[in-house]
């Protein structure tokens, strides 16, 4: 695959939907309904239990021609059979970027410099199952014999994100015997917040880290094992109530964590593509080796998908073209994830990072700045509490936000009408944002001219609603490679590569040089800049030195 991209607003694919853009930005989506009675049916996409409704776009059916057209002219085919293929398709780590490997089947081939990389992939998953099932069943003791009760995960970033985003999303499914808590934030609190109440004879921690460097995670590590040997006083006790997750033997070794109670992952694995890697070994103990392996099938059908469904009918494609069709044509500058699902709650904040630590890149592949929009700002919040705060703005505002809303027809937790409450607002939301009320509907009701204004909704305002029968480990898994591939799509199309995040490596820089100035190891005259300078002199005045 080379690396030499044309920039994307160069392709006549590009330039043509700039024309039909003009075109079809002003129509009305009532107008394309009323139009075509069987719009809704027909703009909509089911495949792998996953039901996709993009009728309520801003978008004809050429416009989707368009669209695939550009996805075409951007390679995106050949750019899917790299990343699949093993190809080095994260070039400036020089690196292949193959989760997909991490949820094939025993007897799959997937390569990275020619090695077939899923037999090792399912001795981690097979060693991963054994500690888990022992811990589940009380058969691992911590330093004074008593079963493991709590399991603390230490992590930030993609180590972080992806198991406690899965924990929350398949708390239903989890052993509640067991209490599980993350860490992440390098801020005390957070570490403190979540031990305080465990009692360290009964606490496993999982170190999840694919460096086994990072600061944050480093320090709360430390952290956790000066608590461990401050209660059970003994440096034996950390082979008990340690285990690490790391693609670094050689750290975890001097941090004192036995190879035996290492889960070891790989470098063509990135950080926020890991939860289907040993990152989810607290995944794994909260639901089980079969519930792990039945969300690990469901991302590997939706990966079979966007590997070979014609893009018409490709669920990330379709997905991914529609995000850049609003970023990069109507200028939308976010994309909200409306989940009508509770469990979900931490779904949004996975996908920020999934697709702004991806996407977030202002040159192409090939070093050049882009002379285009690259990825929006993903947000969102579980409905129905996103109603009561920010979907004023979604509905009258001068924003246009493209929406995902996403629900499950069969609840887990059935109590009276609540799933059927759920379901009608989340339905009615997409419905309101769409055709919205005119004046003169509002004369109709009887509403006074003055306040018309105030209670019109102009409509057009865009969504997809993704539907599925139920949250299940696979259906979980279904969607966040949904997203993953989407996200894909969108940096193919971008000509971007989605696989690093360099533009997280200068605040580390700069907070290490900051360090020494404020824990008075150097004295004198700040090196900062003179805001920088007077902050950490205020600091400094404030803390009381
Ligand atoms: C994700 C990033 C980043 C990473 C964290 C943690 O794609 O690479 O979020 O996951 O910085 O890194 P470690 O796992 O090495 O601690």
């Not at 719009?39 to 089911?46: D, I, N, Q, T, Y």
């Not at 090196?527 to 404030?542: E, F, H, M, P, V």
């Amino acid at each position: 695959m080379s690396t030499n991209h044309r920039p994307s607003c160069k392709l006549t694919a590009w330039q043509a939907l700039e024309t039909h853009y003009r075109k079809v930005s002003e129509l009305p989506l009532r107008k394309l309904f009323s139009d075509d009675p069987k719009r809704g049916e027909r703009l909509a996409v089911e495949a792998i239990g996953i039901y996709l409704d993009y009728s309520k776009h801003r978008i004809t059916d050429e416009t989707v021609k368009l669209l695939l057209q550009l996805a075409a002219a951007s390679g995106l085919g050949d750019h899917i059979e790299a990343m699949f293929r093993g190809d080095k398709v994260n070039v400036t780590e020089g690196r292949a970027a193959l989760h997909v490997a991490l949820r094939a089947g025993k007897g799959q081939t997937m390569l990275v410099d020619g090695i077939n990389v899923v037999p090792q992939v399912h001795a981690v998953l097979d060693k991963m199952a054994g500690f888990a099932n022992r811990l589940r069943s009380g058969g691992w003791k911590g330093h004074t014999g008593k079963p493991i009760r709590n399991v603390v995960n230490i992590g930030i970033g993609g180590s972080d994100l992806g198991p406690v985003m899965a924990y929350e999303a398949l708390r239903y499914y989890s052993q509640r015997g067991l209490t599980f808590r993350f860490v992440s934030n390098i801020d005390g609190t957070d570490f403190i917040e979540a031990t305080h109440d465990l009692d360290a004879e009964e606490t496993l921690f999982i170190i999840t880290s694919k460096t086994f460097k990072t600061l944050e995670t480093m320090t709360n590590a430390h952290s956790a094992r000066d608590w461990i040997l401050a209660a059970l006083k003994s440096p034996d006790a950390v082979a008990k109530h340690f285990v690490a997750v790391s693609s670094n033997a050689q750290e975890v070794a001097k941090f004192g964590i036995d190879a035996d109670h290492m889960f070891t992952f790989w470098d063509w694995v990135g950080g926020r593509y890991s939860m289907c890697s040993a990152i989810g070994l607290s995944t794994m103990v909260a639901i089980g080796p079969e519930h792990f392996r039945a969300m690990l099938d469901g991302f590997q059908q939706m990966d079979g998908h966007f590997r070979s469904a014609p893009f018409e009918q490709n669920l990330p494609v379709l997905m991914g073209l529609l995000a850049v069709w609003y970023n990069n044509f109507f200028g939308a500058e976010t994309l909200a994830v409306l989940p009508y699902e509770q469990y979900l709650k931490r779904f949004p904040a996975y996908l920020q990072q999934l697709a702004m630590e991806s996407n977030g890149k202002h040159v192409s592949t090939d070093g050049a700045n882009v002379a285009h929009q690259t990825c929006p700002i993903y947000w969102g919040e579980v409905g129905s509490n996103g109603q009561h705060s920010f979907y004023q703005l979604l509905h009258q505002g001068t924003k246009l936000v493209p929406c995902d809303f996403i629900g499950f027809a069969r609840p887990l937790n059935p109590l009276g009408r609540h799933h059927d409450l759920l379901l009608a607002n989340m339905f009615a939301q997409a419905e309101a944002l769409a055709f919205g009320k005119t004046s003169q509907e509002l004369g109709r009701e009887g509403v006074p001219a003055w306040q018309a204004p105030h209670k019109t909704f102009e409509g057009n305002r865009p969504s997809s609603t993704i539907l599925v029968e139920r949250l299940t480990p696979m259906a979980l898994g279904k969607l966040v490679a949904l997203y993953e591939h989407s996200v894909f799509t969108q940096g193919v199309i971008w000509g971007i590569n989605s696989f690093d995040q360099w533009g997280v490596e200068l605040g580390k820089e700069l907070a290490m040089q900051i360090l020494p100035e404020l824990d008075g190891q150097s004295k004198g005259q700040s090196k900062q800049d003179s805001s920088t300078g007077a902050l950490i002199q205020r600091y400094l005045t404030l803390k009381g030195q």
